[in-house]
């Protein structure tokens, strides 16, 4: 072991999600925070995703943490290097740096009931103990290549979206994109700029509403900086706007034909071409895949050098992408905008609880968490974006934040009373899920398309069926009554409070 005894918290991951964890729990006077990273440096998905055009299609006022506002955004969705700037901005002001060890891969987690502590095992170091553990790795930290046979045989150049390649350069080069999701329709509009030509492989195509990025002018940023609450107002309007935009993504309702209808508009106001809208319009309710927020987007496919394929992919070629038609499209270089791995069903390492069991058997038939964070049989151990915290209409970090704010509470509870540890009770797990699971019949998402919120069998781990206030509002308070508080007396051991 590398420490003498446990630490008191061991959160795996410094994307938002840890970073954040760290700095709350510090705040709330839990100082013994250890954040492992398994790469050289912070800000997870912004770090990982360097793409050219890649940006956050929410507003930034709304991307960002309520308790470090920033008056500097430059435009209302900033681009990745200015997100990341923000998350180590926001690490270094509240001294979480000196707590994140880099090069720490986790490859499993497992407890021990004795002791009620949390050991966690390395790639390369010697393991760690913890009386508590914030699984912070993020659903979207593993790059998946589409299952296309023959991806392997390709000679050229195949760049995946979140692993992008800085030094190849695309001027002159023949292009293929795979994909045409939320990556792809910010990654296509740069390359159509440098290469000579873009081919881009669409299997669905998606809803695309119009993004309007404004620069905030220095008067907007001296407001914000100099006026009491004016940021905090900004906020509120866009967050108020998001939730009024859940009525029409989250379920299917009239306004959801509304969103339809704007989304039409902006596809015949971009495209002249009859054959390019149709082959361009979705057949599935807007909501049941992602939304995707580009003005960029059409008018780039529509570019001398772009060209929109809707064949189906045979296969991947040493020399290019052939479609079931029989046509070989040769080109230099493969961008896979083709998504990432999420656990739905498993999870990224081993996770082993009480009495031996693995959550990755017990989330074989689709991942369950009591409130997206906490799993019975698996005492002290919470997740952040866990399963059914997926926002649709909102921004990420308003669900994030009341995760953190939760686990902070019961880490804090624990730590404070000197317990051993909590364990959400499984009937109250089972309850959530079975009421998670039937409104999540009633959403677009479990409308009938298929999605990466999705498994094969359409059981929906990912989502959060409702308004992203109900979901701050859910995670508001630990209701003990919910949890066994496990103690170390002899007398009290497992005992059910
Ligand atoms: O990935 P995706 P993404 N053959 O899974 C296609 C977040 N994000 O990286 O729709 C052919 O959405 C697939 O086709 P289909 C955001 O949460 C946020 O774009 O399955 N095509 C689809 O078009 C988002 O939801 C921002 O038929 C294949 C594409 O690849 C998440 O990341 C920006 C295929 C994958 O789309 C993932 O987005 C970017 C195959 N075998 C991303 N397999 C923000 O701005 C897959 N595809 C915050």
Request: with cysteine; aromatic share 10%; proline share 5%.
């Amino acid at each position: 072991m590398s420490t003498d005894g446990p630490l008191a918290v061991a959160v795996i991951g410094a994307g938002f999600a840890g970073i954040g964890a760290a700095i709350r729990l510090r705040q709330a006077g839990v100082e013994d925070v250890t954040v492992f990273e398994r790469d050289t440096r912070i800000g997870g998905t912004w770090r990982d995703n360097t793409y050219p055009g890649a940006a956050c299609d929410i507003p930034s006022q709304l991307y960002s943490y309520s308790f470090a506002r920033n008056p500097e955004w430059s435009q209302t969705y900033s681009g990745s290097a200015e997100i990341l700037d923000y998350i180590d901005k926001v690490a270094a002001d509240h001294g979480v740096i000196d707590r994140i060890e880099f090069g720490r891969t986790v490859t499993g987690l497992t407890y021990d009931v004795p002791t009620g502590e949390w050991t966690l095992t390395f790639a390369e170091q010697e393991p760690v103990r913890a009386r508590s553990v914030i699984v912070a790795s993020g659903p979207l930290s593993t790059p998946a290549l589409p299952d296309i046979p023959g991806v392997a045989d390709f000679a050229g150049t195949a760049i995946h979206s979140a692993a992008w390649d800085h030094d190849y350069d695309f001027t002159g080069k023949k292009v293929a994109v795979i994909g045409t999701g939320a990556s792809a329709v910010q990654i296509v509009p740069e390359l159509v700029k440098r290469a000579a030509s873009v081919k881009v492989f669409q299997r669905t195509p998606g809803w695309v509403l119009p993004r309007v990025n404004l620069e905030t002018g220095e008067f907007a940023k001296g407001v914000y900086r100099r006026v009491p609450g004016a940021q905090r107002l900004a906020r509120a309007l866009w967050y108020g706007g998001h939730e009024t935009m859940a009525l029409g993504v989250v379920w299917d309702t009239p306004l959801t034909r509304v969103v339809e209808a704007i989304a039409r508009l902006h596809l015949r106001l971009q495209v002249r071409d009859p054959w390019l809208r149709r082959q361009l319009t979705p057949d599935f309710s807007a909501g049941c895949k992602r939304l995707l927020m580009t003005s960029d987007y059409y008018p780039a496919l529509q570019a001398k050098n772009a060209k929109l394929v809707t064949w189906p992919i045979a296969r991947i070629a040493p020399k290019g992408v052939r479609t079931v038609e029989g046509i070989e499209h040769q080109v230099d270089c493969i961008v896979y905008a083709t998504g990432f791995a999420v656990a739905k069903q498993g999870t990224p390492y081993p996770v082993t609880g009480v009495d031996g069991r693995v959550l990755a058997d017990e989330w074989s038939g689709g991942a369950q968490a009591y409130r997206s964070v906490a799993v019975s049989g698996y005492p002290n151990l919470y997740f952040t974006f866990g399963p059914n915290s997926g926002p649709g209409h909102n921004s990420a970090l308003v669900y994030l934040e009341a995760q953190i704010e939760f686990i902070t509470e019961a880490i804090g509870m624990v730590e404070r009373g000197g317990w051993k540890a909590l364990d959400v009770r499984r009937e109250a797990q089972e309850a959530f899920n079975a009421d998670i699971q039937k409104r999540l019949r009633r959403t677009t998402w479990n409308s009938g398309c298929q999605s990466w919120y999705l498994t094969s069998d359409g059981y929906n781990a990912t989502m959060f069926p409702g308004f992203a206030t109900q979901f701050v509002n859910q995670m508001r308070r630990v209701d003990l009554r919910d949890f066994r508080i496990l103690v170390d007396e002899p007398a009290l051991s497992a005992a059910t409070v």
